[in-house]
Nanobody
């Protein structure tokens, strides 16, 4: 059973940066599509960034040019580098994995708050 554990959230001022990490248990991480979603209060969960097992990436238009997703298959970890943060980026950020023959997995979420 694949489990995902996020870290790196917190409080940051507008214009600042944070890096989120998500460590996956188990094996075959290199076969997963992985990514990040977020959910702000009163809003639906939305996709932020996804990277496939082939290395393709897809970003929400609202974060393109500011956020970068990357993965280290040797460490079973996916990262989200967030720069030029805005108040509207405030949300709970969830790590996501699509595990072949097993389905979707979600982390517990980490709070990101952008405020002065």
């Amino acid at each position: 059973q694949v489990q995902l554990v996020e870290s790196g959230g917190g409080l940051v001022q507008p214009g600042g940066s944070l890096r989120l990490s998500c460590a996956a248990s188990g094996s075959m991480f290199n076969t997963f599509a992985v990514g990040w979603f977020r959910q702000a209060p009163g809003k639906q969960r939305e996709s932020v960034a996804i990277t496939t097992n082939g290395g393709s990436t897809n970003y929400a238009s609202s974060v393109k040019g500011r956020f970068t997703i990357s993965r280290d298959n040797a460490k079973n970890t996916v990262y989200l580098q967030m720069n030029s943060l805005k108040a509207e980026d405030t949300a709970v950020y969830y790590c996501y994995a699509s595990v072949p023959l097993s389905g979707e997995r979600w982390g517990q979420g980490t709070q990101v708050t952008v405020s002065s």
